[in-house]
């Protein structure tokens, strides 16, 4: 069992930064594309952005590029997603996923695994 586990969530004003991490479990992390995904009240669950398990390949939402960036850390079984000039519409709930093997960018990325989910709010 994978236990995936957020944290750097928060209050932020608009134009702000805050970096989410997601600690993994697991001794084979490395080998699994991650994504991380926000939900909002009354919406569906959205996609972010995703990085291939070597952190080669990153793929993002189209209304994040250039304001977030996906990274990770294979030694420590961790991902990470800088957020910049965070904006209103991005509050959600966070949460990261762990990938099913043979991503590729630009397609969807099926999670096997969730994390419990980190609050992020922007006031204006």
């Known amino acids: 069992q994978v236990q995936l586990v957020e944290s750097g969530g928060g209050l932020v004003q608009a134009g702000g930064s805050l970096r989410l991490s997601c600690a993994a479990s697991?001794?084979?992390?490395?080998?699994?594309?991650m994504g991380w995904f926000r939900q909002a009240p009354g919406k569906a669950r959205e996609f972010v952005a995703g990085i291939s398990g070597s952190g080669s390949w990153t793929y993002y939402y189209d209304s994040v590029k250039g304001r977030f960036t996906i990274s990770r850390d294979n030694a420590k079984n961790t991902v990470y997603l800088q957020m910049n000039t965070l904006k209103p519409e991005d509050t959600a709930v966070y949460y990261c996923?762990?990938?099913?093997?043979?991503?590729?960018?630009?397609?969807?990325?099926?999670?096997?695994?969730w994390g419990q989910g980190t609050q992020v709010t922007v006031s204006s």
């Open positions: 996923g762990r990938g099913r093997q043979g991503w590729a960018p630009g397609t969807s990325l099926s999670i096997d695994y």
């Open positions: 697991g001794r084979t992390f490395s080998t699994y594309p």
